[in-house]
């Protein structure tokens, strides 16, 4: 048995307020509550902090959160079959080499018509002289320029054509590469929503607001004094630069700015006792303590084994002198 899934709702992006590092977002969602009352509000961002999501139930008495949680949804992306993506690939691959020999065509023909010049008879040496055909010469330029000049235009169409097709080829052969038959894709899509519980009157069209923080959003204030010679006083402007990588869009929201840090420690203070009446000196620290427990039996198997074997002396050296040991 598998539990029903949970209503969806859209967010809004309604306000933000930009601490020294980091900010907090506020989104506006709306709905029908349903019978369970478990709803799930999407388009929040993936760079929010899940322990600072808090919600609460605008202008409807009776209805309340009772549980809020963060949950990241991963899918994988449309990416076709392998045969497919194979077969793309080969028409793709059909296409890339159908545009190149166009290309190559066309370099030929450029080749052929600049190579395009007058060239006079040859001329023996008891011939006269003859004129020039200037005007001959001068058309056949003109007829070779202008080919040329459509020539070279359609080449860079040509090209361009060439161009996106080895880009599709490329993105194909890469698509190709990376998928299997028996691995699933390493590329999903992930969105990030909050998972609410409500307790209150079902079926109830309500408003909730959430609130979380965001990392990757600073400001920074500039100052702009303007005065004119001779006047007794000038104007100071206070300006504010936003910048943020949150993946969020704030046009259009209402922003605020705080000078307080907003990950600042909240550890609560440790109260040192105070004691009212004379003070009295610290004890000095003695050397002395209590022997540890059981020290008395520490040698009662030594005393239990009796006198040691009787031990005899050494003699004495040869040729020592006598005297005390």
């Not at 949970?6 to 989104?27: E, F, I, K, N």
């Not at 045969?83 to 065509?105: C, N, P, Q």
Request: charged share 25%.
């Amino acid at each position: 048995m598998t539990a029903e899934p949970a209503h969806r709702w859209g967010s809004t992006l309604d306000s933000v307020v930009v601490y020294a590092q980091g900010a907090v977002c506020h989104r506006l969602a709306r709905g029908s509550v349903p019978p369970d009352g478990r709803v799930r509000v999407t388009g929040l961002p993936r760079s929010l902090d899940p322990g600072s999501l808090r919600a609460r139930v605008l202008g409807t008495p009776g209805v309340r959160v009772t549980e809020a949680r963060v949950e990241v949804e991963a899918k994988p992306l449309a990416t076709g079959s392998p045969d497919e993506l194979r077969r793309e690939f080969e028409r793709l691959r059909d296409a890339y080499a159908a545009a190149e020999g166009r290309r190559d065509r066309q370099l030929s023909l450029i080749e052929e018509v600049s190579a395009l010049h007058p060239v006079p008879p040859a001329r023996k040496r008891e011939d006269p002289h003859r004129r020039t055909p200037v005007d001959a010469w001068l058309e056949l330029a003109d007829f070779v320029d202008e080919r040329l000049t459509g020539l070279h235009t359609r080449l860079v169409e040509l090209e361009e054509a060439l161009g996106s097709v080895e880009h599709e080829l490329t993105v194909a052969a890469d698509r190709l590469a990376r998928t299997s038959t028996d691995a699933p894709s390493a590329h999903v899509e992930t969105t990030v929503c909050a998972v609410l519980t409500l307790d209150g009157t079902g079926d109830a069209e309500v408003e909730l607001e959430l609130e979380y923080g965001v990392p990757g959003a600073v400001w920074v204030p500039t100052y702009r004094l303007t005065h004119r010679q001779g006047d007794g006083s000038g104007r100071l402007v206070l300006r504010a630069s936003v910048a943020q990588r949150t993946g969020e869009d704030w046009t259009g929201v209402r922003i605020a700015l705080a000078t307080a840090d907003l990950r600042r420690r909240t550890d609560l203070p440790k109260l040192r006792s105070i004691r009212i009446g004379r003070r009295q000196p610290a004890p000095a620290p003695s050397g002395w303590r209590e022997p540890p427990a059981g020290l008395a039996d520490l040698f009662s198997g030594y005393e239990a084994a009796g006198p040691g074997p009787a031990t005899t002396a050494a003699p004495a050296a040869v040729g020592a002198a006598p005297g005390p040991v």
